[in-house]
C-alpha cells in the first residue's frame, strides 16, 4: 500500500509541473493574440482601398492586364497552405493540412500540376514524411509574420505567375489557411487568388463620374495589382497567426483544466490508498494484540 500512495504522489507532482506548463503557455498566448488580431484586421482599411482602386480602373477603363486573365498554356498550380511552426495548438495545423490533400487531390483530378508552397514547419514535417515534394518553404514566424516575408512570397509567385509554361509558369494560386473569426470560431479557408476577378460595385462605381487616368490605367493595373497580392497575402498569414494563438490558447485552458481533474483524481487515489494503508494497519495491531491475549 506504501508503494501506491508513493506512485500517486509521484503522478501528482509531475502533473502539477505539466500544469503549470500549460498555464504559462495559455497566459503567452492569450497575452500575444489580441496584438495578432489587431494587426490581421488593421489591415482592412489599407485592403479596401487597394480594392476599390483597382475596381474603379477596370469599371472606367476598358483595359485587360496578365494578373487578370485566365491561362491556358500550362496545367501547374501554385497552393500555398499555412500552418504552425510549433504544436500545442489542438487541431490547428492538423485541419488547414487535411482541406490542403483534399484540394490536392481535387485539383489532379482535374488534370493539374499542384505544385506546393508551405509556410509553417509543422507543414513541411507533414509532407517531407510522406515523401512528397514542396517547392518551398518558409519557417519560423507563424505566428508572428513578418511584411518582408509576405513580400517575398507574393514576388515569388508573381514572378510564376508570370513566366513562360518552360520557365515554370503557372496558371493558378490557391492559399489554404485559418480564417479568424473570433477567439472561439476559427476556420480553415480556400481561396484562389490568381488570376484576380476585379468585382466592381455598381451601386458605387456606374453612378461615378468618367474618370480619366494618368497614368495610364495599364500603368496603373501594373502598380496596383501586385500591391494587392502583396497585401492579400500578408492578411492571410496575419490572420493565420491570430488562429494560431487563438487556437493555442483553447488547448492550453483544456489540457489545465484536464491537469487540475487528473490532480483531483490522483488526490482521491492517494487518500483512498492512505486510508487503505490505516486501515492495515490497525487490523495487524488489533491480530496481534489478540495473539498475545491468546
Known amino acids: 500500500m506504501a508503494g501506491e500512495q508513493r506512485i500517486y504522489k509521484q503522478k501528482i507532482k509531475a502533473t502539477q509541473t505539466l500544469e503549470k506548463v500549460f498555464s504559462a503557455m495559455e497566459l503567452i498566448a492569450a497575452s500575444r493574440v489580441g496584438r495578432a488580431r489587431?494587426?490581421?484586421?488593421?489591415?482592412?482599411?489599407?485592403?479596401?482601398?487597394?480594392t476599390t482602386s483597382i475596381a474603379t480602373v477596370a469599371a472606367h477603363a476598358d483595359e485587360e492586364h496578365p494578373l487578370l486573365n485566365e491561362r491556358t498554356d500550362t496545367n501547374r498550380v501554385i497552393l500555398l497552405i499555412v500552418t504552425s511552426d510549433r504544436g500545442m495548438a489542438g487541431a490547428y495545423s492538423a485541419s488547414?493540412?487535411?482541406?490542403?490533400?483534399?484540394?490536392?487531390?481535387?485539383?489532379?483530378?482535374?488534370?493539374?500540376?499542384?505544385?506546393?508552397?508551405?509556410?509553417g514547419r509543422r507543414g513541411v514535417s507533414h509532407y517531407r514524411f510522406r515523401g512528397v515534394e514542396i517547392a518551398g518553404s518558409w519557417t519560423g514566424e507563424s505566428d508572428n509574420p513578418k511584411g518582408e516575408t509576405a513580400h517575398l512570397i507574393a514576388k515569388e509567385f508573381l514572378r510564376l505567375f508570370l513566366a513562360e509554361p518552360e520557365d515554370g509558369g503557372v496558371s493558378e494560386l490557391h492559399l489554404v489557411y485559418t480564417r479568424f473569426e473570433?477567439?472561439?470560431?476559427?476556420?480553415?479557408?480556400?481561396?484562389?487568388m490568381l488570376p484576380l476577378v476585379v468585382v466592381d460595385d455598381a451601386s458605387e462605381l456606374h453612378e461615378a463620374p468618367i474618370y480619366e487616368f494618368e497614368p495610364t490605367p495599364r500603368e496603373l493595373f501594373d502598380a496596383l495589382l501586385p500591391m494587392y497580392v502583396d497585401q492579400r497575402i500578408y492578411s492571410v498569414l496575419l490572420l493565420a497567426a491570430a488562429s494560431e494563438l487563438a487556437a493555442?490558447?483553447?488547448?492550453?485552458?483544456?489540457a489545465t483544466e484536464n491537469a487540475q481533474e487528473l490532480i483531483e483524481d490522483y488526490t482521491r487515489l492517494a487518500n483512498n490508498a492512505r486510508q487503505a494503508e490505516i486501515t492495515t494497519e490497525i487490523t495487524e495491531i488489533i491480530s496481534g494484540a489478540d495473539s498475545l491475549g491468546k
Open 38 to 50: 489587431e494587426r490581421a484586421l488593421g489591415q482592412d482599411p489599407y485592403t479596401r482601398a487597394l
Open 96 to 119: 488547414v493540412l487535411r482541406e490542403a490533400d483534399r484540394l490536392r487531390e481535387e485539383l489532379e483530378a482535374q488534370g493539374k500540376e499542384p505544385v506546393l508552397y508551405v509556410f
Open 182 to 192: 473570433n477567439m472561439i470560431t476559427q476556420k480553415v479557408e480556400v481561396r484562389r
Open 248 to 254: 493555442r490558447q483553447q488547448a492550453m485552458h483544456a
